[in-house]
Every structure is written in C-alpha cells, then in structure tokens.
C-alpha cells in the first residue's frame, strides 16, 4: 500500500506533497482561491481530500477540474509540480464512482499512461492517497521488475489500471485484460510518449477502447505541439484546451551562471568548482549515457561518492540509488534528462548543467531542480563548442542573459584518472552439471565450416 503525507501552507497559498516511500516533495504550488469542498465531487473523494489535508486547487485543477466533471475532454498544457496528477486522478476516481461496473466487473474501467515507471509508480502513489474511502482497485504495471506479480493483481481484478505503454501492451496481447469497459483514459506527459517512442503503443490502446464519445479523455503534456494536439483530436471527444504558463524560475532564487569551457577543460572545471563551492547535494545534468559515465567515473575516481541515473540503470537499483542520494550517502548524481524526468528530489542545493540542454524547457526543468519549496539554489552551466548554440536559445525562452563566469587554468583542477562504471558480466555456468544442462546452454560451435553449405534460418523467426 501506497502512503503519503500533506502539508499545506494556507497563509502563504503554497502547496507539498511528501511521499513516505522516498520523502520527496511531490509538488510545490500556489493555490488559488477555488476550495475543493465547492466542486461536485463524490463524498469518499472529500473525505479523503480533507483527511490528507487538500484545501483549495492548483491553476491547472482549478480550471480542469470543473471541465472534466461536466464529463468534457480535457487536453492540457502543464509543467510537473503543477498539481495535474491530482485533477486527472479526481477526475477519474469520480468517474468511476458514479457509474458502476456495466458487464465484468473484474476489467479495469480506467486506463491511466505515463511513459516512464518512476511516473507510473508516482501516479499509484497519489491514487493510494485519494483512495482512502473510494475504496476501488488499483493495479499497477512497469518494467522493471516484478514481472509475474503485476501480471496477477491485473487478473485478479481492478478498476483503475496505471502503467507504462509497453509492459502493459505484453499484458493486453497475454489477454490478461480487456479494455472493452474503459470510461476513462489519461495520457500523462503525452510530448515524453513522442519522444521516448512510444506513440505507437499509445495509438494501439487509443484504437481499442470504446469511442470517444462513450468514454472520458484527459490528456496533460508540458508543450501542446502540433502532434500533440494531432494525437487528442484524433482519439479525444473536441477536447477542450487548458493552458497554464510555465513557471518562469525566479531570478531572486536561483542564482545561474554559465562558463565557456573547451571541451577537454569540463572535467577539470567541475571538479574545481565542486572543491571550491563544496555542495550540499548536487545533480549533474549531461546529453548522452556515455558522457553520464565519463562524469561519474571522474567524480568517483576524485573522491566524491555519486549516484548514476541513465535509461539502462536496472528499476532495482535506480530505486536504490535514489534512496542513497536522498539519504546523503551519495552528494553527487549524474543523470540524463530521460532518466530524470518524473523524479521528484528536495534539497538539490546545486544543479550543474554539464552539458546545455538542447531543448530549452529542458534547462528551466533542470534548473528548477533547485530552489523548491521556496529555497534557494545555484544553476552552473558548461557552453562548451558542441552545446554552446543551444545558449541563445535558452536565454530567449528565460527572457534574460545569464551572467557569464570565468576559470583561469590555474584554477582548474588536476583530475585524477576515472573509474569505469560496473558492467554486469555474462553468468559463467557452473562445473559438474549434468549433460542435458550442458546441452541445453552450451553454444554451437562456429570453428569449423560444415562441408556442405546449410541456409540459415529466417531472422525473423522466433
């Protein structure tokens, strides 16, 4: 079971969510003055509202919310932290409470989607929370792990099914469910679906639920862009647009700064202003996995403990690794943006972009790793001559120059040589095992051409 805790700020209308499991600040919010105990929402969902202390909406549920109860399409634009899980999510759980089951109550009725498992995992969490009293059945499904389990709490029933496209897209063609009784689908972060590819695994869903006017759509992304909205007036019922204004990061908070290193000069760089300004917790941002390991490799071969987060890190151990970074055990982590998004980590008190983001809402996500919750925070940025014609770019859309800083070569450090991240190794088998174990794993030999030529089978077949 999925836990949480609330605190909300009332005098100074901010808004926090903690979450037990990892306590990281889900959300940090203005309110507005539209209080949930006005909107026509199920008793249980104000119940469980009030008992985990939600008063008053968001922007973005604020002028959602009172579309979606009227049972209209909802496409919105928004940024994570705005409060938008909890209006898709209310907006669902009312759904479903005010019309049962029809044919097989054991099919879920509402199918949630979020292109990344630490998005999912986070979406079960706010469910758990608002499902206090509504009492309805919520599943679960990512890659990861616990492939066998997952699979036997869909079978055995629910309501509400949230996950990633393609493990629930292995589920759906096992027959595990069907999606004959959906009254209600979100797509979350709907640009990210584009982008990690996965809009082809999404189409096949959209194509198998009851027709949009039998249905409830929702669909939240951080850019309404042309396919984006392509995608919700294909498969959503004339949607209606909502969008909330990025959260423009405030200059007063953030203190950002940019360098121009050469190429060969970031390493050194980074390492002396990791010994000079000595930071709390930091998160370095680059492009790519390989200048993921090449960061970590010399921060951990210089003596700073760092955490590695990049799209191939196994769900086990990026839970893991997380925990140690939030804990403090690790001071440092090094990730891509893919890799990051969805993660919701307080107390950053540094935020390097080792690279400059090619896409500048990218920066504003980056930066705004730092200073939540009305703290302050410090943004360094490398413009090295791979990355440096994004810089323009990002200076345009923060609508200001960053101020430029500089390193003499005496200033930069020395780095000692990096340390090569661990590659799990193939399993070597054990001696002594029986010759039909031998049999069944040994490889075919290759050494010696048969005298005959032999047609190789199809690479297709399976």
């Known amino acids: 079971m999925y836990e949480a805790a609330i605190l909300a700020d009332h005098q100074y209308k901010t808004f926090f969510l903690i979450s037990s499991g990892n306590a990281s600040i889900y959300m940090s919010a203005h309110l507005t003055d539209t209080a949930f105990s006005t ?10 509202l009030a008992d985990a202390g939600f008063a008053f909406c968001t922007p973005i549920q604020a002028q959602t919310l009172p579309l979606l109860l009227l049972n209209k399409d909802v496409a919105g634009q ?12 209310l907006a669902t759980f009312q759904r479903l409470l005010s019309q049962p089951a029809q044919i097989d109550p054991q099919q879920p009725r509402a199918l949630i989607l979020a292109p990344t498992r630490e998005l999912a995992i986070q979406i079960a969490k706010d ?20 492939y066998q389990k997952q699979r036997d709490a869909i079978a055995a029933g629910c309501d509400m099914l949230i996950g990633t496209p393609g493990r629930l897209l292995d589920y759906h063609k096992q027959r595990v469910f069907d999606l004959r009784q959906i009254q209600a ?9 584009f982008d990690l590819g996965f809009i082809k695994d999404v189409r096949y869903f959209l194509r198998r639920i009851p027709k949009p006017s039998k249905r409830l759509g929702m669909l939240f992304s951080a850019t309404l862009s042309y396919k984006v909205l392509e995608l919700a007036y294909e498969h959503m019922n004339n949607p209606e647009k909502v969008q909330i204004a990025p959260e423009k990061v405030a200059a007063d908070r953030i203190e950002e700064t940019v360098y121009y290193p050469a190429n060969d000069e970031k390493i050194p760089l980074l390492l002396a202003l990791i010994k000079r300004i000595n930071p709390l917790r930091s998160i370095v941002f680059v492009n790519t996995k390989h200048t ?14 760092a955490a590695l987060l990049s799209g191939d890190v196994p769900q086990k151990k990026r839970e893991r690794l997380l925990t140690h ?19 919701h980590i307080p107390e950053v008190s540094h935020v390097f972009n080792y690279d400059l983001p090619q896409d500048s809402e990218d920066y504003v ?21 791979e990355y440096v014609f994004s810089l323009p770019d990002i200076e345009r859309y923060i609508k200001h120059k960053i101020p430029v800083s500089s390193a003499s070569d005496e ?7 990096a340390v090569k991240p661990e590659r799990k190794s193939a399993p070597k088998l054990k001696t002594g095992s029986s010759d039909k174990t031998r049999n069944a794993t040994r490889r075919p030999r290759s050494r010696r051409k048969p005298k005959q030529s032999v047609s190789k089978p199809d690479a297709n077949q399976s």
């Open 39 to 48: 909107l026509s929402l199920h008793e249980n969902l104000q119940r469980g």
């Open 78 to 89: 928004a940024q994570t932290g705005t409060g938008k899980t909890i209006a898709f999510l």
């Open 127 to 146: 469910a758990a929370l608002l499902n206090k009293y509504a009492n309805l059945r919520i599943a679960l499904a990512h890659g990861g792990k616990d």
């Open 185 to 193: 689908v979100v797509l979350d972060e709907a640009d990210r679906m």
């Open 292 to 305: 993921a390991d090449l960061v970590w490799g010399f921060l951990e071969g210089n003596g700073h403990k």
């Open 325 to 343: 970074f939030q804990d403090g055990e690790f001071p440092f982590l090094v990730a891509t943006d893919v890799a990051a998004r969805g993660l």
């Open 365 to 385: 996500h980056r930066i705004g790793r730092t200073a939540r919750a009305g703290a302050s925070g410090t943004a360094i940025s490398f413009a090295c001559e």
């Open 411 to 417: 200033q930069l450090a020395t780095p000692a040589p």
